[in-house]
């Protein structure tokens, strides 16, 4: 490749790197230099010292290790969770034929449909209110059992609301991701283990299992990441004040120390978005080299 070639690809690049480079790359250097500035005064463009205070003041914060704890749960629990049940609702779509189109197009749905509002449809069915308990308390109760406050009530029932909300949120698009992977996998494999007279599950786990592997990675990373920044949900189920509900967010932490009840901070909140930039740097590059060793 000559030198006006290279020059010519540089210029088709240097729209997007500019772009990066001031959307992305300055921010994050921004934020980092931050976080180490003791005492910035964003009024003031001032501080009075350098140093880890801000890391130490965030982690032995007891709002962001609740805020730590409860990012952690929903990310344990609903990325597993969702993957699965979308390989087994997608499994489902691609053995059917009649109206196969309408259900994807139902499953789809919740995806195209805002979160906030998807949020208090939620609130509806679980809260309790002067005149009810909550759809879902009426059907607790018809089956004999006590109701039960999902929304401020005890911590399992809310984190059980809020788990169940991320999974109804991601599932749409992990569905969709994985519906075009099986539609991918080419028909011969199955023709030939058929005429070898090849039971179900060994096809499933020998053909279809390692062919659409790297979608399955690809969903575990992008979905550990949308967890750990998951923010909006928490507001549309618990509303704006997380922390008394003790159901705040690594993000949410962050928002409230630059402009929530304990806004004005934006040392501690950069050094929380540090913390968390490292834990999603980390737990994507240990995803990358199981799926990369699992490939192979």
């Known amino acids: 490749m000559d030198g006006k070639v290279k020059l010519k690809a540089w210029l088709y690049l240097l729209p997007a790197i500019l772009f990066l480079g001031a959307f992305l790359v300055y921010p994050l250097i921004d934020v980092f230099v931050y976080s180490f500035e003791e005492g910035y005064n964003f009024a003031t463009q001032t501080f009075f010292g350098t140093g880890f205070y801000n890391y130490s003041y965030v982690l032995r914060d007891p709002y962001f290790i609740q805020a730590l704890k409860n990012t952690f749960i929903i990310v344990i629990i609903t990325v597993p969770v969702s993957t699965l049940l979308a390989l087994l609702i997608s499994l489902g779509l691609s053995s059917i034929k009649p109206l196969r189109e309408l259900f994807q197009t139902i499953y789809f749905l919740p995806y195209v449909t805002n979160t906030l509002a998807v949020g208090l449809v939620f609130m509806i069915l679980f809260k309790k209110t002067a005149y009810s308990d909550g759809l879902v308390n009426m059907l607790i109760n018809f089956f004999g059992g006590e109701s039960v406050d ?10 059980f609301v809020m788990c169940l909300y991320t999974v109804w949120i991601v599932l749409p698009f992990k ?3 994985l519906t075009s992977a099986l539609a991918s996998v080419p028909k011969v494999y199955y023709s030939a283990a058929q005429v070898d007279g090849t039971r179900p599950f060994r096809i499933f786990y020998r053909i279809t299992l390692p062919m659409i592997s790297p979608m399955i990675f690809y969903l575990v990373i992008t979905g550990f990441i949308g967890a750990f920044k998951a923010y ?10 997380l922390n008394s509900a003790g159901m705040n967010t690594i993000v949410g932490y962050i928002y409230d120390m630059l402009y929530g009840n304990s806004g004005g901070y934006p040392s501690f909140a950069s050094a929380a978005a540090i913390i968390l930039f490292a834990i999603v740097l980390t737990i994507t590059v240990i995803n990358l080299l199981v799926s990369k060793k699992v490939s192979v």
């Open 175 to 177: 569905i969709l991701i």
């Open 150 to 159: 999902f929304i401020t009530g005890p911590y399992a029932a809310k984190m």
């Open 232 to 241: 909006s949900d928490e507001v549309a189920l618990f509303g704006t004040d």
